[in-house]
């Protein structure tokens, strides 16, 4: 009897079985967020809008996107919290004085552009296509 057919099946059902286990694990993750969701929360949409909870109620969700525009969403369509950002302190670094000369260098540009070499400077071989 051969084994290979056996050892195929089983290597696809043990990949089956690992596939819906990570896609089970994922809903219930999915599910926790969207029960503890409470006022405050930053989440982004599914469709990727970026709002404040200001409201739980039952399956509706009211979100604030900008001070005072408030839009109502069902906690089905909230794909992820979002963690603020955060801000790490930087030292600053003292200004060295030959940097500061040249950014207040001046460039003085003539009142007769003429004297200026052209833009596009034409090639002399470009005369000779046709």
């Known amino acids: 009897m051969d084994y290979s057919f056996l050892i195929i099946l089983l290597v696809a ?24 969701l409470q006022v405050g929360d930053e989440v982004m949409t599914g ?41 790490d302190d930087v030292e600053v670094a003292e200004e060295d004085p030959s940097d500061a000369d040249e950014r207040d260098r001046v460039i003085e540009v003539p009142d007769d552009l003429s004297s200026l070499p052209p833009e596009n400077p ?3 071989d470009d005369t000779d296509r046709k």
């Open 13 to 36: 059902f043990a990949a089956l079985w690992f596939m819906s286990s990570r896609t089970r694990k994922q809903q219930r993750e999915m599910a926790d967020l969207r029960t503890n």
């Open 47 to 87: 469709s990727g809008l970026f709002g404040t909870v200001t409201a739980v109620e039952g399956d509706v969700v009211t979100l604030e996107s900008t001070p005072g525009s408030e839009t109502r969403w069902l906690k089905a369509a909230i794909a992820r919290r979002v963690d603020p950002p955060v801000v």
């Open 122 to 124: 034409r090639r002399d």
